[in-house]
């Protein structure tokens, strides 16, 4: 089973529509993650950290579910610029380092 | 401006030849990592280093080399012994503390075999 775990989708949503994915992480000693976002042949881009229970950013929202070891992101009223990739990524000590793991993405795709 | 620099942004490489991706950072971060990325895959570590003139090997090192001389710079060399290196290369730096430090990317290197 992988660290990180995200359904590859793609998903396609309508404009202004709310669409919602989950991360799943096996490891529990994952302390703190993050969602990027990545277009294309471009590089990843923080979207948002999360170190307890949530956060959120304008039409963005993350949650962290540690009983049942997921993380979500919901983009409410979403626009055609929403169209990317969405990366999750955990965050945890291993013997003195921080290990990051990557999940495969998500495929978003805004449909006008 | 304030960043990191990735250079070349395309690579060809022949058969037998070794390339180095240069990684420039002027964001004062101690830690620098190299990612390579292949068609619907996640990011895979190649190497990292967590201060100057120390490194470590990542999850896929095999083929691959790096040197951390300076702080600013954190050059990769795909050598000739990485039999598939067709990929997207990316740098990044991680700021802030421990495990809830960010990271933060170049715009990346696509390198291909001629």
């Known amino acids: 089973r992988k660290e990180v775990e995200q359904d590859p989708g793609p998903f396609n949503v309508p404009e202004g529509a709310t669409v919602a994915f989950n991360c799943t992480y096996s490891?529990?000693?994952?302390?703190?993650f993050f969602w990027y976002r990545q277009d294309c042949r471009k590089e990843p881009k923080l979207l948002m950290s999360v170190y307890s229970s949530g956060n959120e950013d304008g039409r963005f929202t993350a949650q962290l579910n540690r009983a049942s070891q997921y993380i979500s992101l919901l983009i409410r009223d979403s626009k055609l610029s929403d169209s990317a990739t969405y990366l999750c990524?955990?965050?945890?000590?291993?013997?003195?380092?921080?290990?990051?793991?990557f999940g495969t993405g998500t495929r978003l795709t805004i449909i006008p | 401006d304030g960043g990191i620099t990735q250079s070349p942004k395309y690579l060809f490489r022949k058969e037998g030849q070794n390339v180095t991706l240069s990684c420039e950072q002027n964001?004062?971060?101690?830690?620098m990592y190299w990612y390579r990325q292949d068609p619907g895959q996640g990011l895979r570590l190649i190497y990292y280093?967590?201060?100057?003139?120390?490194?470590q090997k990542g999850d896929i090192a095999e083929g691959y080399s790096v040197s951390r001389e300076k702080k600013e710079s954190f050059p990769l060399t795909v050598t000739s012994a990485q039999k598939n290196p067709t990929a997207f290369y990316l740098c990044a730096t991680r700021g802030g503390s421990g495990v809830f430090g960010k990271l933060f990317f170049g715009s990346g290197t696509q390198l291909s075999v001629l």
């Open positions: 490891n529990s000693a994952s302390q703190s």
């Open positions: 990524v955990g965050s945890r000590s291993n013997f003195g380092n921080e290990k990051l793991t």
């Open positions: 964001l004062n971060h101690d830690a």
């Open positions: 280093s967590q201060i100057v003139n120390d490194f």
